[in-house]
């Protein structure tokens, strides 16, 4: 929401727009030199100079008033009821100079209809228009003034003022609502960045780990030849540094077959057995990509915190749907949740969620059948397209 009102109206904690409220004195300013003839014209006549003086001194204000107002409004640095106040001494004037001076003074009228239909609250610009025509009625009668043609004048700039107001509001609205988006896109990009992060790494270190103990297990035994194992080690590090320039970039793919093939040995090295049943044929490519991070996040969670002897891997498509299930036997759902809890900025099963969910798809949880944990992902695949690729 945002604070006051007009272009320059300001979000809690933002600035006003010093270009737009230079502009706008300055065009105020040129709209204002017209008046100033009306000087001119008084000093011409048989006035007192008294006259002449003190009706100078009163365009004066009511110019200052008019650059005053146009500044605030663009700018937003003075408050609604100062920007009101300034009205006050404005209506005076442009009635009062008429009265005083003649009906060549009419012409401050359709100023203040101006000034009134940008200086307050939307709501009120049409009663301030229809407050404007009534002066105008009244002051025409009184100076001997056309009515007709000092109550459409009025009116006119007037309705003109209001449409500048309308417009200019839209192009603070559009602003503010491409800042918003530009921070929505910043935010969006970190939670992917986070979740990348999360499970590329995750499922590398703990692979690391794994080899690791592996290595130190030969070595406590006297195994001699741990070369292999050391040099798994490195290419494993070597592959964590490139997953994450890939996530930084932006360009990270995955393949689901690979996911899996990694998954075989990871597992393996922890005790745990895998199956795969994979009879879904081709699947586009967003649908593969988001169902091989699933893939990823579950196996390395089984290998985590499922203590499981044996995992499933099902891969089909069922009904327009591609469905992925991970299936264990280990310690079950509810354990297993508190183990593989997400941090705090929404990793694990919940950046998962969030990544099923973008393609209009669902992901499950729960025990499988006969003890252990289940994870289910669901996408359709019409809403990723049709671009297929063999999986």
């Not at 006259?51 to 008019?66: D, E, K």
Request: some cysteine; proline content about 4%.
């Amino acid at each position: 929401m945002s604070r006051g009102f007009g272009p320059g109206a300001k979000d809690v904690g933002g600035t006003g727009e010093p270009a737009s409220s230079r502009g706008a004195v300055v065009g105020t300013t040129v709209g204002l030199i017209p008046l100033f003839g009306l000087v001119h014209s008084l000093s011409a006549s048989d006035r007192p100079l008294l006259t002449v003086l003190a009706a100078a001194c009163a365009l004066g204000l009511f110019a200052a008033s008019q650059v005053i107002l146009a500044w605030a409004y663009h700018s937003a640095r003075l408050g609604r009821r100062f920007r009101l106040a300034l009205l006050v001494p404005l209506t005076a004037l442009s009635v009062a100079l008429p009265l005083w001076l003649g009906k060549d003074w009419t012409i401050l009228l359709p100023y203040l209809s101006a000034t009134g239909a940008v200086a307050v609250p939307a709501r009120l610009t049409l009663p301030a228009l229809a407050a404007s025509a009534a002066l105008a009625v009244f002051v025409a009668g009184r100076t001997g003034a056309d009515p007709t043609s000092l109550v459409v004048m009025t009116t006119a700039v007037g309705l003109a003022m209001t449409t500048y107001r309308r417009i200019l509001d839209l192009n603070a609205e559009l602003r503010r609502t491409r800042r918003a988006l530009a921070r929505a896109a910043v935010t969006e990009e970190r939670l992917r960045f986070s979740r990348d992060m999360h499970d590329t790494l995750g499922h590398s270190l703990l692979q690391l780990t794994l080899r690791a103990e592996v290595t130190r297990r030969l070595h406590r035994v006297g195994e001699t030849d741990v070369e292999a194992e050391l040099q798994q080690i490195e290419d494993m590090g070597r592959q964590c540094l490139e997953q994450v320039r890939e996530a930084v970039t932006g360009y990270r793919r995955l393949s689901l077959s690979a996911v899996i093939d990694q998954a075989r040995t990871t597992l393996a090295d922890a005790g745990v057995t895998v199956t795969v049943d994979a009879t879904a044929g081709r699947l586009p490519e967003a649908v593969k990509t988001a169902l091989s991070w699933v893939a990823r996040e579950a196996l390395t969670n089984v290998a985590r915190h499922s203590r499981a002897a044996h995992c499933r891997v099902v891969l089909r498509s069922e009904d327009g749907r591609a469905l992925l299930r991970v299936l264990d036997d280990g310690i079950g759902p509810a354990r297993s949740l508190r183990r593989s809890r997400p941090g705090p900025d929404g990793n694990g099963l919940a950046g998962l969620a969030e990544r099923v969910a973008a393609l209009d798809g669902r992901l499950h949880t729960g025990a499988a059948p006969g003890g252990g944990f289940r994870l289910q992902a669901a996408i359709p695949l019409a809403a990723a397209g049709h671009t297929p690729e063999t999986t």
